[in-house]
């Protein structure tokens, strides 16, 4: 028998085609659901026509398309199976001789070369849309004025307000984004024309620091030097700037793990880790990533075992609300030990990989029961 027979390859185009119309028809809805979305909270704030609601939503539906995957799988994997049952042509095939680990072959290579592909290939670009969409809808609503980024040279923060921005580097950062270490800040205050404000900023002054901490509503610095135009540099022991940003969710402004694409996370990881960062939701993203063939294959897998019963034996539409039902409970299980793995409370490594390889092994195992006895 050929490695790939025509039998396997007709199951992976009933598949294919089931995927198709399945994305497809969430995918439109989605993008109607988010369009209207935009209108309600973009354009709620600002004047935003049709045309840039839909621009908006489209820098989102990469990322759109890597979230439903899976279920699109699921459902493709289902449809697929069951047209077979409905036409006989699966007691046809069992018939031939073919076992189930060869016509459940093509829903699971289908789910693997689906989990590489979105997560070496689709990732990535949907980071980079995500990103741009964050920094779009940013801008429209003016909401750009605080950032956090780490660089091979350390953190680097901005805030501000709508007469000065003040631009923060620091080589390292203690008590989680609290303290900061060897700081530099530049401070820029807004130009006016006439009465009217311009989009233009000005140089005011740079302050150099040891050590910075942010108090409520301040920084305050410690070992201080203030350098102002056409001013010899004025020494301090402290001095106090007033700060819009927030000790208790500084981080919270940090980069998503969305917008870092799969390829640039480990570097990204490690500039994190140096800076003094916490990396927990980075390398939980990063092994969640790593896990996604997996999560493929499994969801394919639950996808076709429900639909093998015979149609003459009854029971398929139960068979169908469990499979649909253990997806679901697979989806909440993977967002639970995502949440443990992001805060640090269990290994990354564990909480990413241990849902999908439980649901995998489990299927594998129920379908070596049924069929191999």
């Given amino acids: ?26 995918l439109v809805a989605i993008l109607m659901i988010d369009v209207v979305e935009q209108l309600r909270t973009v354009g709620g704030d600002v004047s935003l026509s049709l045309l840039g609601a839909l621009r908006l939503s489209l820098m989102k539906m990469p990322q759109i398309v890597e979230q439903t995957l899976p279920f699109g799988l699921l459902v493709a994997s289902m449809m697929a199976f069951t047209r077979l049952n409905r036409r ?21 290579v289908l789910g693997l070369v689906l989990g590489v592909f979105a997560t070496t290939i689709l990732n990535p670009f949907a980071a980079r849309l995500t990103e741009s969409f964050e920094i779009t809808r940013a801008r429209m609503l003016d909401e750009n004025r605080q950032a956090v980024a780490v660089s091979d040279t350390g953190i680097w923060l901005r805030q501000g307000d ?19 270490r060897d700081v530099k800040m530049i401070e820029e205050e807004r130009l006016y024309a006439g009465s009217q404000p311009t989009s233009d900023f000005a140089f005011t002054r740079r302050i150099d620091a040891s050590r910075a901490t942010l108090r409520d509503g301040f920084w305050q610095l410690e070992n201080v030097i203030e350098n102002l135009p056409n001013q010899a540099p004025d020494r301090k022991s402290n001095l106090t700037i007033p700060s819009s940003l927030d000790a208790n969710t500084l981080l919270d402004r940090f980069a998503s793990p969305n917008t870092v694409g799969f390829w640039s996370l ?11 960062l916490d990396v ?8 969640q990533l790593m896990a996604t063939p997996a999560l493929f294959v499994a969801m394919s897998l639950i996808g076709a075992v429900v639909c093998l019963r015979l149609q003459r034996m009854g029971g398929t539409s139960q068979l169908l609300a ?16 995502s949440s443990l793995g992001a805060t640090g409370a269990a290994p990354p490594l564990i909480a990413a990989w241990s849902p999908p390889l439980f649901v995998l092994f489990s299927t594998l195992a129920w379908v070596a029961y049924r069929e191999d006895g």
């Fill in 88 to 108: 006989s042509e699966l007691s046809i095939i069992r018939a031939s001789g073919l076992s189930a680990w060869r016509f459940l072959a093509p829903a699971m």
């Fill in 1 to 26: 028998m050929p490695f790939v027979s025509r039998i396997q390859l007709y199951i992976l185009r009933e598949c294919l085609m089931g995927l198709v119309l399945v994305l497809g028809i969430l």
């Fill in 322 to 337: 469990i499979g649909a039902l253990g997806a679901i409970g697979l989806y909440f299980f993977t967002q639970f030990s």
């Fill in 162 to 180: 709508d007469t000065s921005q003040i631009v923060i580097h620091a080589a390292h950062v203690e008590e989680g984004g609290v303290v900061l």
């Fill in 280 to 287: 927990s939701r980075y390398r939980m993203r990063w092994h």
């Fill in 266 to 276: 480990p570097r990204f990881i490690k500039q994190t880790r140096d800076a003094g």
